[in-house]
């Protein structure tokens, strides 16, 4: 413990004073009511504990007070603990944005059937999902036979939107773990992921049109289509990406959830 804390005679929290520069330093004859100041902030047993380690980097202490309702001291929380509760969110975030549903014992003693389940799910879920991709391509299925060639840009477009929808929504995660980001931002939020897409599109399509008209001979009105529809595609996915992490945290879901697997 790096600091003392000072109580009255019911046990309610009035003061707090750190050792180091405290009682140390402090005279002989001198009372603690006149050399402890106010605690930088407190905490209730009822806090989230990632809204407790947030309130301390935000305050910059490595211990705060946790008082009940009636002011009483009933414990701290400490850097240790912190570091605890910010592995195991990491563990967890992890986990959900790569489809896993998170698990509390080590891999190794973890037992195969529950790894099944933790994965199962989201895979059905997701196999679900690609079958309405499917569905959109075969309403298109006459289209794309005049050009066939088309057929072979589906999975450049499908996995560049989804990488750039996950860099979007790992940055709108991160920005909303931190406090960086609240639901209020959404419009700076979207109209920055707009710009950025607009950027990394064209840049995108430049390269795809030298590439395909140059290099594999493709017709010029072809490739302009291939071209065109990447930068489509990449601002739809930076918008996706920025929106439904924010959606999930205003109706209090985990916001990992809307990562790299749903967005792609």
């Known amino acids: 413990m790096s600091n003392c804390y000072v109580v009255d005679e019911d046990g309610v929290l009035i003061g707090v ?4 520069c405290g009682c140390c330093h ?30 301390m980097d935000r305050v910059d202490c490595v211990e705060l007070p946790v008082t009940d309702e009636e002011g009483h001291l009933v414990g701290t929380v400490t850097a240790d603990d912190a570091m605890e509760v910010l592995r195991d969110e990491a563990t ?23 790894i099944y389940k933790n994965r199962v799910l989201w895979l059905l879920l997701l196999m679900v999902s690609a079958a309405f991709t499917g569905a959109i391509i075969t309403h298109y299925e006459t289209a794309l036979a005049a ?24 940055t709108v995660i991160r920005g909303l773990s931190l406090g960086e980001i609240r639901y209020s931002d959404w419009m700076r939020v979207a109209w920055k992921e707009i710009q950025v897409g607009v950027l990394c ?18 017709d010029f009105m072809v490739a302009m289509v291939v071209s065109l ?36």
């Not at 004073?17 to 180091?20: A, H, T």
């Not at 992890?94 to 529950?114: C, F, N």
């Not at 996995?159 to 979007?168: A, F």
């Not at 599109?201 to 493709?218: D, F």
């Open 26 to 55: 402090a005279p002989d004859h001198k009372r603690l009511d006149q050399f402890m100041t106010p605690p930088r902030a407190i905490l209730s047993p009822e806090d989230d504990q990632e809204q407790a380690v947030s309130l």
């Open 17 to 20: 004073f750190y050792l180091r």
């Open 201 to 218: 599109g064209l840049t995108l399509a430049a390269v795809n049109l030298l590439r395909l008209t140059l290099l594999n001979h493709l």
């Open 92 to 114: 967890e975030d992890m986990e959900r944005m790569a489809a896993i549903h998170p698990s509390e014992k080590p891999y190794l003693q973890t037992g195969v059937w529950d």
């Open 147 to 170: 050009q066939v060639v088309l057929t072979a840009f589906i999975p450049m477009l499908m996995d560049t939107g989804g990488n750039c929808g996950s860099q979007s929504s790992v």
């Open 229 to 264: 529809t990447l930068v489509v595609t990449v601002i739809m996915s930076k918008l996706l990406g920025c929106f439904l992490p924010i959606a999930a945290s205003r109706v209090h879901l985990d916001p990992a959830v809307m990562a790299s697997p749903l967005i792609t």
